[in-house]
């Protein structure tokens, strides 16, 4: 349970639904807001005896819902809080008597939103996309103070962008004011993209999933480019239809770091802007767009991840946009043609007769090692990806011979073969897990410079060329010594 001793931002009676429609109505409830980007929306139910005996009887019934509140306000503005997702976070009750019951039911919404409805003219629109921190997209700001104790923020550098929409977005610093417990004014800062949504007057329908997963994408190269993930995590508008604010609590929130150092990045910083919009037109120009976006997706960072469970992710990343190559350049399949596949399959059935009469495989009681035979002879119809993945390197010109090898044989093993071993249950001993740490370094750097090829970036400008990792980094210098550590 997720009890909170602060105040509610909303208590109004609410009606939700769950499951065959199975509705509770004039139920009352509290709206907590997120104080931080990284906190949640929660609804905290109060239940009346008869209610709560109800929820407890279909409690199976209610495990989501959705909810409806509204309420006149003194200022004759109707005030409608909505979500179609909420989830039961569980409900505790205490008795005190014979169908007398305290309870407290909490739920978290992961589509919340909040309308205070005006039906009056406003023009221009005003919309605001909540952003979690990104160095990339904060704009630099001067901030001053006079003996009076008015505070002045100047900015000394916008960034602004135009989605692939013609949506133009113009990225801020807000700022928020609050009294702590002794009284003080505590005032954090968050980003925000600025926009009037078209100048449509009714701005905020033009908000839907489209119009967001397009924001995420440009959000999911900005991030790239910082190593740092962004997301939008609501949005606000202000137009004809009142104020509207949406609550998106179905994205993972990064955690933001306490310091962040300008060689965190991947692009050296004064080269931001110009990556964004280099990538970005190939980026949205991609015809295999989602693999693309899951590759990327993949390189950054993760916390919570095991050892393993990061190496093997990135390499799932690397296959993934190994993958986007080989659709691009029909390199899946041997046979790919449809007289050839046609063939091939005749072909099959002629290896499997010939395999049959072979002495090591013949005879009724080899059949179970027949069929496992039988079953690789499809594998043998791909292409395989260390041909795929050479082929990629060519095609792009991307030097990776200061980094482990990905594929290749001899005493040390490549990327490929720590893989395989992860992937097929082998455990590593504790003393080489300093060497499984250098090979994941490795396999970003690698991931991260294809990425960089397929964006035709100028490679000298990040932080993942030779001469820099090879200057800064341990983990680039100690390559062969954990080689041969993980490889024994």
Same mark, same amino acid.
């Given at each position: 349970?997720?009890?909170?001793?602060?105040?509610?931002?909303?208590?109004?009676?609410?009606?939700?639904?769950?499951?065959?429609?199975?509705?509770?109505?004039?139920? @009352?409830?509290?709206?907590?807001?997120?104080?931080?980007?990284?906190?949640?929306?929660?609804?905290?139910?109060?239940?009346?005896?008869?209610?709560?005996?109800?929820?407890?009887?279909?409690?199976?019934?209610?495990?989501?819902?959705?909810?409806?509140?509204?309420?006149?306000?003194?200022?004759?503005?109707?005030?409608?809080?909505?979500?179609?997702?909420? &989830?039961?976070?569980?409900?505790?009750?205490?008795?005190?008597?014979?169908?007398?019951?305290?309870?407290?039911?909490?739920?978290?919404?992961?589509?919340?939103?909040?309308?205070?409805?005006?039906?009056?003219?406003?023009?221009?629109?005003?919309?605001?996309?909540?952003?979690?921190?990104?160095?990339?997209?904060?704009?630099?700001?001067?901030?001053?103070?006079?003996?009076?104790?008015?505070?002045?923020?100047?900015?000394?550098?916008?960034?602004?962008?135009?989605?692939?929409?013609?949506?133009?977005?113009?990225?801020?610093?807000?700022?928020?004011?609050?009294?702590?417990?002794?009284?003080?004014?505590?005032?954090?800062?968050?980003?925000?993209?600025?926009?009037?949504?078209?100048?449509?007057?009714?701005?905020?329908?033009?908000?839907?999933?489209?119009?967001?997963?397009?924001?995420?994408?440009?959000?999911?190269?900005?991030?790239?480019?910082?190593?740092?993930?962004?997301?939008?995590?609501?949005?606000?508008?202000?137009?004809?239809?009142?104020?509207?604010?949406?609550?998106?609590?179905?994205?993972?929130?990064?955690?933001?770091?306490?310091?962040?150092?300008?060689?965190?990045?991947?692009?050296?910083?004064?080269? &931001?802007?110009?990556?964004?919009?280099?990538?970005?037109?190939?980026?949205?120009?991609?015809?295999?767009?989602?693999?693309? @976006?899951?590759?990327?997706?993949?390189?950054?960072?993760?916390?919570?991840?095991?050892?393993?469970?990061?190496?093997?992710?990135?390499?799932?990343?690397?296959?993934?946009?190994?993958?986007?190559? @080989?659709?691009?350049?029909?390199?899946?399949?041997?046979?790919?043609?449809?007289?050839?596949?046609?063939?091939?399959?005749?072909?099959?059935?002629?290896?499997?007769?010939?395999?049959?009469?072979?002495?090591?495989?013949?005879?009724?009681?080899?059949?179970?090692?027949?069929?496992?035979?039988?079953?690789?002879?499809?594998?043998?119809?791909?292409?395989?990806?260390?041909?795929?993945?050479?082929?990629?390197?060519? &095609?792009?010109?991307?030097?990776?011979?200061?980094?482990?090898?990905?594929?290749?044989?001899?005493?040390?093993?490549?990327?490929?073969?720590?893989?395989?071993?992860?992937?097929?249950?082998?455990?590593?001993?504790?003393?080489?897990?300093?060497?499984?740490?250098?090979?994941?370094?490795?396999?970003?750097?690698?991931?991260?410079?294809?990425?960089?090829?397929?964006?035709?970036?100028?490679?000298?400008?990040?932080?993942?060329?030779?001469?820099?990792?090879? @200057?800064?980094?341990?983990?680039?210098?100690?390559?062969?010594?954990?080689?041969?550590?993980?490889?024994?």
């Amino acid at each position: 349970m997720i009890a909170t001793d602060r105040k509610e931002d909303y208590q109004l009676e609410a009606t939700i639904t769950g499951e065959d429609e199975i509705k509770i109505e004039k139920l @009352r409830c509290k709206v907590f807001l997120p104080e931080k980007p990284k906190d949640r929306v929660l609804i905290i139910l109060l239940p009346s005896s008869e209610q709560a005996l109800f929820i407890e009887r279909a409690f199976n019934k209610f495990w989501k819902f959705s909810i409806l509140a509204e309420r006149k306000e003194l200022d004759e503005t109707l005030l409608r809080i909505s979500a179609d997702n909420v &989830y039961s976070l569980g409900m505790t009750s205490k008795a005190y008597g014979i169908n007398l019951l305290e309870s407290i039911w909490e739920a978290e919404p992961t589509d919340l939103r909040i309308e205070h409805i005006l039906n009056r003219e406003i023009s221009p629109t005003e919309c605001r996309f909540w952003i979690t921190p990104s160095i990339v997209l904060t704009p630099a700001q001067i901030i001053s103070s006079s003996y009076t104790g008015e505070v002045k923020v100047e900015s000394v550098r916008t960034k602004s962008f135009s989605l692939s929409n013609d949506l133009f977005l113009n990225f801020q610093k807000h700022y928020k004011h609050r009294k702590n417990e002794v009284g003080d004014t505590v005032t954090t800062s968050y980003l925000v993209a600025e926009t009037n949504l078209w100048n449509d007057p009714k701005g905020s329908e033009k908000i839907d999933d489209k119009l967001l997963r397009q924001l995420d994408d440009f959000l999911l190269l900005s991030s790239f480019a910082s190593r740092q993930r962004s997301v939008c995590i609501g949005w606000e508008v202000f137009d004809s239809i009142g104020h509207t604010r949406f609550y998106r609590g179905n994205i993972s929130i990064p955690d933001s770091k306490s310091t962040y150092y300008v060689d965190d990045g991947l692009i050296e910083p004064q080269h &931001y802007e110009d990556f964004l919009q280099q990538a970005y037109s190939k980026f949205v120009n991609e015809t295999f767009i989602d693999l693309l @976006r899951d590759s990327i997706r993949g390189v950054l960072p993760h916390k919570g991840l095991t050892a393993e469970a990061r190496f093997t992710s990135l390499f799932s990343s690397l296959e993934t946009l190994v993958l986007l190559f @080989r659709r691009q350049n029909n390199l899946e399949f041997i046979f790919s043609q449809e007289d050839e596949a046609k063939e091939w399959k005749e072909t099959k059935k002629k290896m499997q007769k010939w395999l049959k009469e072979q002495n090591l495989l013949a005879g009724k009681e080899k059949t179970e090692k027949r069929k496992l035979v039988y079953e690789n002879l499809s594998s043998l119809e791909r292409i395989s990806f260390s041909y795929a993945f050479n082929k990629h390197c060519d &095609y792009y010109k991307v030097d990776l011979s200061d980094l482990w090898g990905i594929t290749g044989g001899g005493n040390n093993w490549s990327l490929t073969t720590i893989r395989n071993k992860i992937v097929h249950g082998d455990e590593f001993a504790d003393y080489k897990f300093s060497a499984l740490f250098v090979a994941t370094q490795h396999l970003q750097w690698t991931l991260e410079r294809l990425l960089l090829a397929y964006f035709e970036w100028d490679l000298s400008k990040s932080y993942v060329n030779k001469d820099f990792l090879s @200057r800064n980094l341990i983990a680039h210098q100690e390559q062969e010594n954990n080689r041969k550590l993980i490889s024994t």
